[in-house]
């Protein structure tokens, strides 16, 4: 249980409702900024305006997936009121309390060391990446067959990179009877690729390997798949890049040549909200619970 654990979630989307729920269920006394336009009933949940009071007392601090902007701005879905957070509102902070997000951008990230406070980056972990690559696999999914007209069974796909979600994307690929092919650069990825059944190739030599493909998915967070590249697909080839901003796809050459490019962030967060919300309230819960068993305050 969560008894005497005091939280404060700054807006956020459909997502921070699940976890808002799972934290007030398990007994934390729960504080919520930014979320006016939210019908459904939260019960034993207060609902407050940021201030540096509010803060004062909390232990735990949970921000949105995108923790905030550079300029300290926190993203609400569910308030048309914009919420920043400042140094006054750092200062705040006891240097006992514990700030949670997703994914830190650099101010936060820069904020917290200044003011000695613990930052949980959630989505850095392994298991909540792998958890996640359910819906963005899914979701990835979703895309290709709306901007395809042709079934994946049977399809010649590229899947570039085996890391927690190529794994995934291309596992997910071939349960639906696709020919899935593997870009890796390292020998490892290479032979669990070729066990898995995906036929692998290195990806220095993607160019070659792009002659036939209907669909590419990328989840390589750096530019590969080069205007050169681009050159030597189908014009009927979809990619659907799903790593983060700005994704690894030359979009420009991609529209140039007539090949439909779509960056897809944030799909679990669009096709599977619920079960997203899920897997941050489960680790987020039991972060804090081993934290307590550390400092012996259980009950
Ligand atoms: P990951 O586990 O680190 O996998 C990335 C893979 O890319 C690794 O296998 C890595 O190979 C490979 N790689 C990196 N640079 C490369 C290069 N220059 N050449 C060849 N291979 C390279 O990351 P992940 O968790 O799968 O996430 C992948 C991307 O998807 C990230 O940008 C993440 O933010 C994004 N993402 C997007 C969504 C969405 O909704 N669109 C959801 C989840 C994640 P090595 O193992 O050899 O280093």
């Not at 207060?46 to 009071?53: Q, T, V």
């Not at 919420?83 to 902070?93: G, M, N, Q, S, Y």
Request: proline share 4%.
């Amino acid at each position: 249980m969560l008894t005497g654990v005091r939280m404060v979630f700054l807006g956020g989307d459909a997502r921070q409702i699940e976890v808002i729920r799972k934290c007030s269920e398990l007994n934390a006394s729960v504080s919520i900024v930014g979320f006016e336009d939210l019908k459904d009933k939260l019960v034993n949940i207060s609902r407050n305006k940021l201030s540096p009071k509010l803060l004062e007392t909390a232990n735990c601090l949970v921000l949105p997936v995108i923790g905030c902007d550079d300029e300290g701005k926190v993203n609400t879905l569910f308030s048309s009121d914009s919420i920043e957070l400042t140094d006054e509102h750092f200062a705040a902070l006891s240097p006992k309390c514990t700030v949670y997000t997703g994914m830190a951008k650099s101010y936060l990230r820069k904020v917290c060391i200044q003011y000695g406070i613990k930052l949980v980056e959630l989505l850095e972990r392994d298991d909540v990446a792998i958890y996640n690559s359910i819906p963005t696999a899914e979701g990835a999914l979703m895309m290709a067959i709306q901007n395809t007209d042709f079934t994946i069974h049977g399809s010649n796909c590229i899947v570039l990179g085996m890391g927690r979600t190529g794994f995934t994307m291309a596992r997910s690929l071939q349960g639906l009877g696709a020919k899935v092919r593997m870009g890796v650069r390292s020998e490892e990825h290479f032979a669990r690729a070729s066990e898995m059944g995906w036929e692998p190739f290195l990806t220095r030599d993607l160019e070659y390997e792009v002659g036939n493909i209907g669909l590419l998915f990328n989840t390589i967070p750096t530019m590969i798949v080069t205007a050169q590249t681009l050159s030597k697909m189908p014009q009927s080839a979809v990619i659907i890049d799903l790593a983060s901003a700005p994704g690894g796809c030359d979009f420009r050459y991609a529209e140039k040549r007539g090949i439909k490019a779509l960056l897809a962030p944030g799909l679990p967060g669009i096709v599977a909200p619920k079960t997203a919300g899920i897997i941050i309230a489960n680790t987020l819960v039991q972060l804090i619970l081993d934290g307590k068993k550390i400092r012996g305050d259980g009950e």
